[in-house]
């Protein structure tokens, strides 16, 4: 399964799910947004989230998402994303305050 980003310069790749386990093939992304979705991850409780870039030239990455069945990795992957959201509005707002 093929999701392509609005800006089309990132293609995510399901490469196996299961009840408990996802595993994304990213392309078009490297450390700086594959480490900012981990930690995110990695705070979400029953989560655990690790990736890999597969060749810093290529800018492949894959993210690894395990969960203990309390809820899917894709919905911990949609939590994790949706928090990431929230806090760049929250910054973004106060940055706007303080120009």
Same mark, same amino acid.
């Given at each position: 399964?093929?999701?392509v980003?609005?800006?089309?310069?990132? $293609?995510?790749? =399901? /490469?196996k799910?299961?009840?408990?386990f996802?595993? #994304?093939k *990213?392309?078009?992304? &490297?450390?700086?947004?594959?480490?900012?979705?981990?930690?995110?991850?990695?705070?979400?409780?029953n989560?655990?989230? $690790?990736?890999? =870039? /597969?060749?810093?030239?290529?800018k492949?990455?894959? #993210?690894? *998402?395990?969960?203990? &069945?309390?809820?899917?990795?894709?919905?911990a992957?949609?939590?994790?994303?949706?928090?990431?959201?929230?806090?760049?509005?929250?910054?973004?707002?106060?940055?706007?305050?303080?120009?």
């Amino acid at each position: 399964m093929l999701i392509v980003s609005a800006t089309q310069k990132t $293609a995510i790749y =399901v /490469e196996k799910y299961t009840q408990n386990f996802l595993e #994304l093939k *990213i392309e078009g992304e &490297g450390h700086t947004l594959l480490n900012l979705i981990v930690d995110e991850l990695n705070s979400i409780p029953n989560v655990e989230a $690790a990736y890999r =870039v /597969e060749h810093p030239l290529l800018k492949t990455a894959r #993210l690894m *998402i395990r969960t203990s &069945g309390s809820k899917s990795p894709l919905d911990a992957f949609r939590e994790a994303t949706e928090n990431i959201k929230n806090k760049l509005e929250e910054l973004k707002k106060q940055v706007a305050q303080h120009k």
